[in-house]
């Protein structure tokens, strides 16, 4: 039988003790009690396991207890202090889009931590309270941006005096010789000022573009498309007939299901990418479609037609713009594209709702160019600490490797990774 977390009916098969997203719950209930999990090393071993712990958290540690200098903490909930920087860490994020905020960073923890990588967390101050964090993932001497496949985007989000706190944090952290901060908006923080602030260090800092992401303004879209495409798409609208539009905030488990199914009938089923290929993205997706549907801020849709549902989507939505995040459709009704048709009535869903900009995500593919030539830049950051080991790996990577015959790189490569 399902069980109720803060008026959520959870199945059985979603509350694995290794993905217990339900602690992420309790502000959304006005309370900060939520059950302890049956394994101490889940992520809700210190937040929230009984009424009055964030009270309780701020008497017994203020300020978060977190020492300037001591470089980043590990994101453990055993750590101390943990639970205020939580908090404080929530209040900073108001407002951002969902996969900036802290539970979404939770998540992806707990997808990426098979990889032999070590979450961390550097964090910024302002007066002493925490003004913006910055996820990340230590493997060996880098430093990388906490993100899985699954991760739409990232960006620093905080104060912006608290990035400086941040590159603070990062300098006295003594255990990277790279920071690799891969595929962020070109406008971000993360790329027009961090790389100054890390070069006044006296550090190598590296800038490089990334492949950009399709994006497409809501108001009056329909008008400016392609006349061609228009026409297209539209006349595929009046051939399948009484199509209609679902979106669902809060969707069923039967619903989910049916998704997933939809998600897999195209090439990502035959290929093993398919989100029900694996039970960790199973509980990933409908821990993120629940926890920010709650807020507004996520959703499922789908196309329907003569009662069959032929397309799904995906999306999550911060104040202005919705995020396309997984797309899935009915092969067999392929020569009414209704890929298309699912994208066409979820934006015209999200116009309607005052939306401003539909946000493509992921890579970049020719049936999103159909959509829109404009493209929102990304880039690449690589910070080298000024150190023998920074300095090498700098020489290595910058100067040697690009003047290497590409076929000797490669069996350069597969020698280290048969040797791990």
Not at 311 to 325: R, V
Not at 353 to 379: A, I, N, P
Not at 401 to 407: N, S, T
């Amino acid at each position: 039988m399902p069980r109720s977390l803060c008026g959520l009916q959870i199945s059985p098969a979603f509350s694995s003790n290794q993905f217990s997203f339900q602690l992420f719950f309790d502000d959304e209930c006005g309370r900060n009690s939520l059950p302890r999990p049956d394994r101490p090393t889940d992520m809700a071993a210190d937040i929230g396991s009984r009424p009055g712990a964030g009270a309780v958290a701020a008497a017994a540690f203020g300020p978060v207890a977190f020492p300037v200098g001591m470089g980043c903490v590990p994101f453990a909930p055993k750590t101390p202090g943990f639970s205020e920087l939580w908090r404080q860490w929530r209040a900073v994020s108001r407002g951002a889009p969902p996969f900036l905020h802290p539970e979404f960073f939770a998540m992806t923890r707990l997808l990426v931590q098979k990889t032999g990588g070590t979450p961390v967390l550097a964090v910024g101050r302002k007066a002493g309270q925490v003004a913006g964090v910055l996820p990340l993932l230590r493997v060996g001497g880098d430093l990388c941006l906490l993100r899985s496949d699954h991760s739409p985007r990232y960006d620093f989000w905080g104060d912006s005096v608290a990035l400086g706190g941040v590159w603070e944090t990062l300098r006295s952290d003594k255990k990277w010789h790279r920071l690799v901060f891969a595929h962020v908006p070109a406008d971000s923080p993360l790329a027009t000022e961090f790389p100054w602030v890390a070069r006044r260090s006296g550090c190598i800092a590296r800038v490089s573009p990334s492949p950009g992401v399709r994006v497409f303004g809501l108001q009056g879209f329909e008008k400016n498309l392609n006349h061609k495409f228009r026409t297209n798409i539209l006349r595929c609208e009046r051939k399948i007939g009484g199509l209609s539009f679902e979106r669902y905030p809060l969707p069923t488990r039967l619903l989910f299901d049916e998704a997933l199914s939809i998600e897999a009938m195209v090439w990502k089923g035959a290929a093993g990418t398919a989100i029900q290929a694996s039970e960790d993205l199973r509980r990933f997706y409908y821990a993120l479609v629940h926890l920010f549907g709650r807020r507004g801020q996520a959703s499922l849709n789908f196309v329907s037609a003569a009662g069959k549902r032929l397309a799904c989507l995906f999306t999550l939505e911060d104040e202005h713009t919705l995020f396309a995040a997984k797309i899935g459709y009915d092969h067999s009704f392929s020569v009414v594209s209704p890929g298309h048709l699912m994208i066409l009535h979820t934006a015209r869903d999200a116009e309607q709702r005052g939306l401003r900009v539909f946000d493509f995500l992921g890579q970049d593919s020719e049936w999103k160019r159909r959509w829109t030539d404009d493209v929102r830049e990304h880039v690449t950051v690589v910070v080298y600490r000024p150190s023998v080991l920074g300095y090498a790996n700098c020489a290595l990577r910058e100067w040697v490797k690009p003047r290497l015959p590409e076929k000797l790189v490669a069996q350069i490569r597969n020698y280290f990774s048969r040797s791990r």
